[in-house]
């Protein structure tokens, strides 16, 4: 168990001298860029729980999904993009510090694993905002799970209503999905969800079935599966809300590993 957990720490570590960054989506409902009153609040809510000291700059792009002619999708994501600037202002969380607001209209590609157009479309419509800061090294304390049977993946996190990854957080998991064919021990992904009561579920969009936090979790068991980890080591379950960070509640959107052999 010791060398795992060095393993562990050696690979988060690592990552701990790359750049700060901190990513957030807010989603709009078609044709519109006024933020609906839960995206606002989730902005609000995302807003208040990082810092503002260090903050080195804001970027914020706005995106459409393909319907609209190419002079419409411009200029819808341009306002969506604006709409989230106006929000800093309002907060005062370093407007002068935001150095791009652009909107880059209709986004085409694919950002997750799906083959419906309309949970594409839904997931297109948003805003990426992100936010740097100087880079810094934190404790390993702060990084590894503080249960050594249990670690926590760090950054892999999900969109809302969602089992799909945020930007960046597939990176992770490939480095990951490395580290754990360095041994063998067998283990189980625990899925949690953030903002509901105990042990009830969240609704997942995608299905609209009330199992968010096992779609996450089978989701990340299924990219290990197919990174090359066998079937035979892993298991997945979901455990809803029942064990919050605190914080950010962008950091209940997570999985687990929880050791079970060595």
Known sequence: MKKLYFIFCLFFTSSLYSQYNIEHSVFFDTDKYNLTKTEKTRLQKFLSSNTKEDVLKIEIYGFCDDIGSNNYNLTLSQNRAEAIKEIFSQVSFFPEKISTVDGRGELLLNIVDEIDPSVIRALNRRVDIVISYPEKEEKKEEVIKKDE????????????????????????????????KKDNFSFVIQGHVCCTEGELDAVDRKTNKRNLSIARAKYVYDYLLEKGISGSRMSYEGLAHKFPLGGSADKDRRVEILIVSD
């Not at 249990?150 to 490395?178: C, M």
């Open 149 to 180: 049977n249990k670690i926590l993946l760090e950054n892999v996190l999900f969109i809302t209503g969602y089992s799909y990854l945020t930007r960046g957080s597939k990176k992770i998991l490939n480095d990951v999905a490395e580290t754990l």
